[in-house]
């Protein structure tokens, strides 16, 4: 099992505390989302677990051992992934030379996105922003790594496709953190594990179906 976790992390942008000792524990394989509105923390906390933001106080932990001052591109090597809000994908590059970076065969990206096939030959800068976050994902899957961390994966796609994202999501043999301002409908069902932040601060932590119960 994979446990990445923040114990009493806090994030500064310049003179502004984003975090204030914020604790988040993401057990894997499983589902964690992390719950808040824009200005939450929830996007810093996705950063911090990557290493693509420093702490200034508190540790990232990662199946026991303390990796805060191990770089981003070290995380990246040991299986983390993260697919930010934007620019998640090679806009100059096409669909099939995005889908090729991450694997040479890009059939199980297909499989799971068929939506992507006619537009192989495209640049990945010309698609849409739900096919963009489609491409991104598919990417992924391709890569099969131990930690999964995706802001908004679901944003612009229709109710259908961000069903099948969590379904491909949830499927994953990762540790897979997803910040969102709302509980999908779709996860309100399911198993999974629920921080919601407000002010850089856990509000919440607890099952799915608390968190639905919670905000009605």
């Known amino acids: 099992m994979t446990l990445l ?6 994030v500064r942008y310049g003179p502004l505390e984003a975090l204030h000792g914020v604790t988040v524990a993401a057990p894997g394989p499983g589902l964690t989302v992390l719950l808040g509105r824009n200005g ?3 996007t810093t906390v996705l950063h911090a677990l990557a290493g693509v933001v420093p702490l200034s106080g508190g540790a990232v932990v990662w199946d026991g051992a303390d990796v805060t001052g191990l770089p981003a591109y ?11 809000e934007r620019r998640a994908v090679f806009g100059s590059l096409t669909v099939r030379e995005n889908l090729v970076l991450a694997a040479r065969d890009p059939a199980p990206a297909l499989d799971a996105y068929p939506q992507l096939a006619p537009l192989l030959q495209r ?7 739900g096919e963009q976050r489609m491409l ?3 990417r992924v899957l391709l890569a099969r790594p131990r930690v ?8 612009g796609m229709s109710p259908a496709v961000a069903a099948r994202t969590y379904d491909l999501l949830a499927a994953l043999d990762a540790c897979v953190v997803v910040a ?10 399911r198993p999974g594990f629920v921080c919601e932040l407000r002010h850089g601060r856990v509000v919440f932590a607890g099952e799915a179906g608390e968190a639905e119960d919670r905000h009605g």
């Open 123 to 129: 640049r990945a800068g010309t698609l849409s922003g």
């Open 136 to 138: 991104a994902l598919s």
């Open 180 to 189: 969102e301002q709302r509980l999908p409908p779709v996860l309100r069902d």
């Open 74 to 84: 070290e995380r990246a090597r040991r299986g983390l992934c993260l697919v930010p």
């Open 40 to 42: 939450s923390g929830r």
């Open 148 to 155: 999964v961390l995706v802001d908004e994966p679901a944003q």
């Open 5 to 10: 976790a923040l114990r009493d992390a806090r």
